[in-house]
């Protein structure tokens, strides 16, 4: 059973960095790609960022794109999200999922799905 633990949120102000990690405690049919999704205070969940299973490909919607940075380390089962110069808008409740598919942005594709981690930044 696929089981989905994220980390890492917390507040900070404006500008400064923050890392999210997901580990995947369960699954055991690879390969697999690993999304980030967000949801702000009511705002419907999005798409942030993607990461295939080698890591060789990566996607990232465009108003994070450029300041957050997808990763994974197999080896641990998590995969991360780098988090710079970041804004008010950013303050959501972070998910990862995972895919069979690769390039796909629906949530519709991804699951199951982890609790959630609150990222909340100051201004």
């Known amino acids: 059973q696929v089981r989905l633990a994220e980390s890492g949120g917390g507040l900070v102000q404006a500008g400064c960095s923050q890392r999210l990690s997901c580990v995947d405690s369960?699954?055991?049919?690879?390969?697999?790609?690993t999304g980030w999704f967000r949801r702000a205070p009511g705002k419907e969940r999005e798409f942030v960022a993607a990461i295939n299973w080698s890591g060789t490909n990566t996607d990232y919607t465009d108003s994070v794109r450029g300041r957050f940075t997808i990763s994974r380390d197999n080896a641990k089962n998590t995969v991360y999200l780098q988090m710079t110069s970041l804004e008010p808008e950013d303050t959501a409740v972070y998910y990862c999922?995972?895919?069979?598919?690769?390039?796909?942005?629906?949530?519709?594709?991804?699951?199951?799905w982890g609790q959630g981690t609150q990222a909340t930044v100051s201004s």
């Open positions: 999922a995972e895919t069979a598919l690769d390039g796909t942005r629906s949530r519709g594709d991804f699951g199951p």
């Open positions: 369960g699954r055991t049919v690879r390969p697999y790609t």
